[in-house]
């Protein structure tokens, strides 16, 4: 394994923060990126690791662009998302008539980015079977088309990154060991945000102005509790959660100086099943992949608070329809359930926004939008691909969701 010691060139690691957006300066993080730039002028097989949410995927492209290969493609695979009977084709090509549905030939990632970088995200995901083709690439460049003998040439950097143990994958013979000592002969592991000091601050600070800038809602201050909570949390979701963390916050409180006890509100504890979670973190044991799931799901059980609300509203004043503002003096509550003086609404995902001022009136034309959470992502998950035509890398991108969390639901929806 090779390793790059000596004194850091802060003003690189500066550039190059600047120029991914990249927020912090705990040593370990900038000593990553050190490693990072250090190594993208050699063309040796980098593996990044890292707990789920740290930020591996800046990784790849820092090493890309500064690197010579820089004007070549770089094409990001996750190699979760690919299902196992297609990846071999997909990475590799197939030849006419490789399988039944092989109607034509089809050039893989690896000879298209000849030339250029690979980045093979999720890699311990990859099934046995690829992980003999991908060592034979690391070894020569060479490769095989499903359904050919003929062995082809690529000129190929691979960056690969997983956030699983792959030793104890090693260990339960789910991935090999030659191919391992082989992709991480540059390792980077980026460090957990537990690790990270006071990083945690910049990075919130840094989202809550995104987020008021994005909803147009005044910006999120902490008082010293609220900062300190920050600080002392353990971030098992590491960054991808303090922005689920401060996009809620940034929408759902109406005290923009958040409070110790409001902060813990939104941080649940783990081994600690009496403190109480929020309900968007519940949601029957569900995880969430995207932050936009989380913010849905919020927006959602408010949806069906209101329109319960509405419901025993009407029952109590007979069948004459109730004017929303009605219910406000009869149901204090509600006010609870509207983000004054802010109201969201939801088209699709690229679209949501909260608008100010918002009225009652507002709120009630929103009841009536009688789509379901399912009914909304299946539409919003279609006309995504639709845009994309069919491309699912970029139907996810733009969706802000994984591939395989697209994969899963176009499965999950019979999205055709
Ligand atoms: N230092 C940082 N500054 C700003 N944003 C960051 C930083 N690190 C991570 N992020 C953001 O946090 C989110 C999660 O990062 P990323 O997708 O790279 O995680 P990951 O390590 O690939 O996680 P996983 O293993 O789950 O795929 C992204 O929105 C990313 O932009
Ligand atoms: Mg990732």
Redesign the pocket.
């Known amino acids: 394994m090779v390793s790059f010691l000596g004194i850091m060139d802060t003003t690189e690691i500066q550039r190059v923060k600047q120029q991914f957006?990249?927020?912090?300066s705990a040593p370990e993080?900038m000593r990553a990126i050190d490693t990072a730039i250090q190594v993208a002028r050699t063309d040796l097989t980098v593996l990044v690791t890292?707990?789920?949410?740290?930020?591996?995927?800046?990784f790849p492209q820092i090493i890309h662009t500064n690197s010579a290969r820089k004007h070549g493609k770089y094409i990001a695979v996750n190699c979760g998302a690919i299902p196992e009977g297609t990846i071999d084709s997909e990475l590799f090509g197939h030849v006419k008539g490789a399988f039944t549905d092989a109607v034509s030939e089809r050039r893989g990632y690896f000879s298209e980015a000849d030339g250029g970088t690979i980045f093979l995200?999720?890699v311990g995901e990859l099934p046995i079977s690829t992980q003999a083709r991908l060592l034979r690439v690391l070894e020569n460049g060479e490769f095989m088309r499903v359904g050919s003998s003929k062995v082809e040439k690529t000129n190929v950097r691979i960056v690969c990154?997983t956030?699983v143990n792959l030793p104890e994958a090693i260990k339960n013979g789910r991935f090999r060991e030659d191919l391992y000592y082989r992709l991480s002969t540059v390792p980077i592991n980026?460090p957990p945000l537990r690790k990270r000091g006071g990083d945690v601050l910049l990075?919130f600070k840094?989202f809550v102005m995104d987020f008021s800038a994005r909803y147009n809602v005044p910006k999120i201050e902490l008082d010293e509790a609220a900062t300190e909570a920050l600080l002392s949390y353990s971030w098992p979701g590491?960054?991808?959660q303090l922005?689920n963390v401060a996009e809620q916050i940034s929408i759902l409180e109406l005290n923009r100086k958040v409070t110790g006890d409001t902060m813990l509100g939104y941080l649940p504890q783990q081994n600690m099943g009496n403190l109480p979670v929020p309900a968007a973190q519940q949601n029957g044991g569900k995880t969430f992949e995207s932050e936009r799931e989380i913010l849905y799901s919020v927006l959602f059980d408010m949806r069906r608070d209101i329109t319960e609300l509405r419901r025993q509203v009407k029952e109590l004043m007979g069948a004459r329809a109730v004017a929303p503002h009605d219910a406000v003096q009869l149901y204090p509550h509600a006010q609870e359930v509207t983000i004054d003086p802010r109201t969201i609404h939801v088209s699709s995902p690229s679209t949501m926004h909260v608008s100010s001022p918002s009225t009652m009136h507002e709120v009630g034309e929103y009841i009536d939008e009688a789509l379901s959470l399912d009914d909304v992502e299946k539409k919003t998950i279609k006309s995504a691909l639709d845009r994309n035509h069919g491309r699912r890398r970029d139907a996810a991108r733009e969706l802000n969701i994984?591939e395989r969390t697209l994969y899963r639901k176009i499965k999950e929806y019979g999205i055709e």
């Open positions: 957006g990249i927020i912090g993080l890292g707990e789920s949410g740290v930020g591996k995927e800046f995200d999720e990154a956030n980026v990075l840094k590491n960054i991808r922005k994984s």
